[in-house]
């Protein structure tokens, strides 16, 4: 597939090919910034057809079927990455309705650009807990960004946490505004970039490592 963007290729197939006014192929060639070579440019807008006509299919074979732990694990790395919920849907051959009920069920909060760090995403309480291990990979709704539990942060009448994002920052946040990550990563076997090369896998097999050790002593 090219690098085109689609509309600029849409443009030139509709002026190219179906325009009462055609354009000439050497304009054609001109707007896309290449030189002028009409064997090159008919490849670029075969394959761009082929592709259209490709996720088309696709799309309807998906059609009705119920997402894959596939589906579900690409969603969740790629929303997680700040990939657009188009990109994803393109990605699948889904379309964008698919992608958010899958985000939904998982718990996660749809992206919103007017949601800061002191107007937070709001999180579905069936998702959240106040009791978190060190280790444990969450999302902050403050920094719609994914992170690791460092250590518990007392604060005045809540329970709180350090959290070390991906962006490679440390923060101190409520319970409330924390998103345990940790059974979609066991579940689907998310591979997450949290920044220094943090190993999400790695990091949930120490979460339980540590966990059992805890009961032990205590029992």
Known sequence: ?????????ETILFELRLAEKK????????????AYNTTRLDKILDEYVEEKERIAKRKA???????????VTTVVEMYL?????????ERLCRG??????ILIRCGLPMRDHNCDYFTPQFLDEDFTREDLM????????????IGTIKRPCPAKGEVGYWVYLSSEQNVALAWYDI???DHLVS?????LRLGSNIDTKAELAQTLSRAFKNDKVQN
């Not at 354009?23 to 290449?34: H, N, Y």
């Not at 990455?81 to 849907?89: D, K, Q, V, Y």
């Not at 964008?96 to 009920?101: A, G, H, P, R, Y």
């Open 179 to 181: 998103l345990p990550l």
């Open 23 to 34: 354009i000439t192929k050497k304009e054609a060639c001109s707007r896309l910034g290449i």
């Open 61 to 71: 074979v998906n059609r009705g079927k119920s997402a894959s732990d596939f589906e």
């Open 1 to 9: 597939m090219s690098n085109f963007s689609k509309q600029l290729l």
């Open 134 to 145: 060190v280790g444990t990979t969450v999302y902050s709704a403050r920094h719609q960004e």
């Open 96 to 101: 964008t309705t698919f992608i958010k009920n």
């Open 81 to 89: 990455e700040a990939e657009p919920l188009t990109a994803i849907a």
């Open 187 to 191: 579940k689907y076997n998310l591979k």
